[in-house]
């Protein structure tokens, strides 16, 4: 269960099983099992799913109810929604149902755990967050020692309290995590290690490797968004960590572009297989850990075979798609970015301005995160982006009284650092186009918003000809 804001039913939904059954084998001796290379639609085009294993194993403990409501890790990673959940499907579960499925649940499904639920009326009011942007209610506290302190809350809700804020957030993908760096996007299950070999460089900050932390994960959400009254047995995690680590998932087909594996190109799951990643890899500060390889802004590289196609094409043709997804990655790689007030860059490194481009901060090669834990903060939980039906905190400085209102403090809920507020890490790209809406709040709708943020978070002046090969570009991965 990657991402402990998470779970969703008994084996897995109903309305999943209905919508899929063409594709399920079954015998006696394997159960249920979807076949690699499952597919399924998105706005785009279709994504394609690799398993390791040689096929996705449906008896797999990821797809079992072993807490006490219901759910599992398929509730919010379903195989068919980018291994995580959107909106269109989770009002689908609720109308169907009625909003009694396992998805919907108090604990953290509803906008409040007080909320009422007695008819569908008011399920459909409590669970708006849920239906609207496919959002998980995390609830943490204020460390005691914290540097700062809440002293407003504005919550719509009204639940959210400094013992327990309310942070609607996106449940990550569970699959691809052979990219991971950082579980969690406040990083809270990843832990320190002295022993460990993934350090940041020049320093004695280390991490457990991410499969230890995986499983701890899984755990966490079994007793937490499961409810569970046991914890995991070390078989039911391994056998967790191990199916989800075998995952690949990549879109493979394009509505306008066809196959995304055509004239050389790389994309689909096949090829994502066979990346090479490590901690450190390509590191955008140190250089490549292990190669010692100064940083490569040229990050991504699925459609370079494509760059030779011809702009001047039938707008509408295919070759015409498939340059405008190579023109997206050239500007992936290369479009100039002036990198200010991002906390975790510019304050860590002392600079008000970094020369740099969309590869500075997603510098894992064809995957598109961080290669190490690397937190920031770029605005995203700004009192300036809140919106009706988001919380609104304020916090104060307790040192120098300085005020800060945002919608999730992130990180700094697990530090109690002041410098953390806001911090979040960056998700693996891959796949992107099947789980909509964006970042961790799902605050954008679509691709095109997430281009349109950056446009003008960074001024980066970009065209609405380079927008579109952007959308295009990210569609495509």
């Known amino acids: 269960m990657h991402n402990r ?18 594709v399920f084998a079954k015998d006696d001796h394997h159960g249920s099992r979807l076949p690699n290379m499952f597919s399924s639609e998105n706005n785009h085009g279709k994504d394609a799913t690799f398993s390791t294993a040689g096929f996705i194993d449906l008896d797999n403990p990821f797809f079992k109810s072993i807490g006490t409501n219901g759910r599992s890790c398929a509730s919010c990673h379903a195989p068919d929604q980018g291994w995580t959940i959107t909106p269109q499907a989770v009002k689908k579960i609720f109308d169907k149902t009625e909003g009694l499925d396992p998805l919907f649940r108090l604990v953290d499904g509803a906008n409040s755990p007080l909320a009422d639920v007695t008819t569908i009326d008011k399920r459909r009011a409590a669970y708006s967050m849920l239906l609207n942007k496919a959002n998980i209610r995390v609830g943490i506290g204020i460390p005691s020692d914290a540097e700062f302190e809440l002293i407003e809350v504005d919550d719509p809700y009204g639940f959210a309290s400094e013992t327990e804020l309310s942070l609607f957030r996106r449940p990550m993908p569970t699959t691809n995590l052979k990219f991971l760096s950082t579980v969690m996007w ?3 299950e990843t832990t320190l290690r002295p022993d460990s070999s993934d350090c940041i460089y020049g320093t004695s900050t280390c991490f457990s490797p991410v499969s230890f932390d995986l499983g701890t994960q899984a755990n966490h959400a079994t007793r937490g968004h499961a409810e569970a009254l046991r914890d995991l047995t070390d078989e039911e995690r391994d056998a967790i960590v191990a199916f989800e680590s075998g995952l690949f998932t990549a879109q493979i087909k394009d509505n306008e572009a ?15 297989t066979e990346q090479k990643y490590y901690f450190g890899i390509n590191d955008t500060l140190a250089g490549d850990y292990q190669t010692h ?10 459609y370079d075979s494509w760059s030779r196609f011809n702009a001047n094409k039938p707008s509408h043709s295919t070759k015409s798609a498939r340059a405008a997804i190579a023109r997206g990655q050239a500007l992936f790689n290369t479009k100039p970015i002036v990198i200010k007030g991002v906390k975790g860059i510019n304050d860590d490194l002392g600079v008000s301005e970094l020369a740099g481009t969309c590869t500075t901060c997603h510098n894992t090669p064809n995957s ?5 834990p690397m937190p920031l903060d770029i605005g995203i939980a700004d009192e ?3 919106t009706p039906d988001m919380p609104l905190y304020t916090l104060k400085n307790k040192t ?7 919608t999730d403090p992130g990180r700094a809920l697990l530090t109690g650092k002041w410098k953390d507020i806001g911090r979040f890490k960056g998700p693996i790209l891959r796949a992107v186009a099947s789980r909509p809406p964006y970042f961790h709040d799902g605050s954008a709708a679509d691709l095109q918003s997430v281009v349109e943020f950056y446009n003008a978070r960074f001024n980066i002046g970009l065209t609405e000809s380079e927008k579109a090969d952007l959308v295009a570009f990210l569609a495509a991965l």
């Open 5 to 22: 804001n998470i779970a969703r039913l008994p084996l897995i939904s109903a309305l999943f099983i209905m919508l899929t059954a063409p």
């Open 186 to 188: 406040d990083g809270r």
């Open 258 to 272: 066809g196959e995304l594996t055509a004239e050389k190109a790389l994309g689909g799951p096949k090829a994502l």
């Open 293 to 302: 390889e100064p940083f490569n802004p040229n990050v991504m590289s699925l």
């Open 368 to 372: 598109g995160n961080h290669s190490t």
């Open 384 to 386: 300036s982006r809140r």
């Open 400 to 406: 120098t009284g300085d005020i800060v209102k945002t």
